[in-house]
């Protein structure tokens, strides 16, 4: 059985979701990960949110834990106030807190998951939950300034990183080019292999350290290789 199979919006934040569990156990040994959705066989892609819901609701996670111990779910809130989604980014106080929305959209996801699937395998959903964007959990990564805590524009602030711009420009991709974007986005998560990189820098995003605080609150110890 695989360690990890990974639901993600698209394959991008596969990668990011990869290398950051790769950092985390690392003193275990290197998860074996699985890209359950979006379906790797289809070319191109198809990703999105309404699609991951789609996968929930068809129950097709079933046939994903026969061969996986644990299954991430990945979604990023900023699509969350989307009709068909339905979770708003504040209430009548003003925007939500980090970890307010965090919890409203785990919650929208278990409701697409439903009983008795909830039940039956408790304990090996994982929520992978990005405020509001994947490209924030790496800016942490690129800034040692107030940019490390961003929680919007992280897109455009990540790809004017003239840091990574010019690592980039050194193995020939460009931040711009559709094709390399898988490429790219593994060059600019590539810090979170580092295990000690990954728990210091990675912890400074609200959302990516609420992640890491449920893995680390699971304890989870990966079995022996065989």
Known sequence: MQDFALVTEGPTDHTVIK???????????EPAINREH????VKPPAGGWTL??????DKKFRQAFQ?????????????????GFDVPHQDG????????????VIERLRREIGEPDLTTYSGRFIFAI??????????????????????TGCITTLGGCKELREKLKQQRFRWIRPEEKDTRYFEASRGFLKTNILNVQGRKNPSLALFLVDLDQRGLVLPPET
């Open 130 to 151: 990005a405020v509001h964007q994947i490209e924030c959990w790496m800016l942490p990564l690129w800034f040692s300034d107030a940019k490390a805590e961003k929680i």
């Open 93 to 104: 106080k003003g925007p939500l807190p980090v970890a307010t929305l965090v919890m409203r």
């Open 67 to 83: 061969l996986n111990q644990f299954l991430i779910i990945q979604v990023d809130t900023d699509v969350s106030e989307q009709v």
């Open 52 to 57: 991951l819901f789609q996968y929930l609701r």
């Open 19 to 29: 290398n950051i569990l790769i950092g985390y156990f690392k003193a275990q040994r």
């Open 38 to 41: 979006p379906d790797p066989q």
